[in-house]
């Protein structure tokens, strides 16, 4: 919690790369440095299958969103907002549907086995109003843009990396981009990263 109000207090964009830690770390053993009891980020053993379950139709960062949502960050510091980068979006309409239904079936495990305080919105409402999402070449995904929110999306070349289309990035986004709206397509392309990241601060200052 003093990271997230550190970085409300400093105006400073928090992003992750397409996932913080990973379960992986529960079943290789790897749990010495973390706390044996439930902690707001449900980094033990104890929480790892709610945690599972409630995320298991959401790939890569989805797993973190899901983590801040169950333990109540979003409650605590509802300015809070962060960028996960590099997840595709495609999948993203399907995790707000699954994350809201298994969440309702599980959430007494929990409230009652883990400690955690009831959510007082539908975990999907928190996702589409705390995160933004980096993809790159990801057609689907742009024509589902209007159930994940045009303004929780981010295209990036993701250069020099092997996902990078470069030197072809304005064709892989014409080829995205069929149909969308200008205003939308700025949006995707530019405008949501400049307002995320406080770019026209920046370049005013």
């Not at 995790?95 to 883990?114: C, K, N, S, W």
């Not at 790159?136 to 024509?143: A, F, H, I, S, Y």
């Not at 892989?172 to 026209?200: C, Q, S, T, W």
Request: glycine share 8%; net charge negative.
């Amino acid at each position: 919690d003093r990271f997230w109000a550190a970085s409300l207090d400093l105006e400073m964009p928090v992003t992750i790369h397409v996932q913080i830690g990973s379960h992986q770390y529960y079943k290789d053993g790897l749990m010495g440095q973390y706390p044996k009891k439930p902690g707001p980020m449900a980094m033990n053993p104890h929480v790892t299958d709610f945690i599972k379950r409630c995320a298991r139709y959401a790939i890569s960062g989805g797993y973190n969103s899901t983590q801040m949502v169950l333990s109540g960050v979003f409650d605590r510091f509802p300015k809070l907002r962060v960028f996960i980068a590099e997840t595709q979006i495609g999948w993203i309409p399907n995790y707000y549907d699954q994350f809201d239904d298994l969440h309702a079936r599980l959430h007494h495990v929990g409230e009652q086995e883990l400690g955690l305080a009831p959510l007082s919105r539908k975990p999907s409402e928190y996702v589409r109003d705390h995160f933004l999402w980096g993809f790159m070449r990801n057609p689907v995904g742009v024509r589902m843009r209007h159930e994940i929110g045009v303004e929780n999306i981010m295209w990036s070349s993701d250069f020099p990396h092997s996902e990078c289309d470069w030197p072809h990035s304005l064709d892989v986004i014409d080829e995205a981009m069929v149909g969308v709206p200008d205003d939308e397509r700025y949006k995707i392309v530019a405008g949501n990263a400049i307002d995320f990241f406080h770019l026209d601060a920046i370049k005013s200052n």
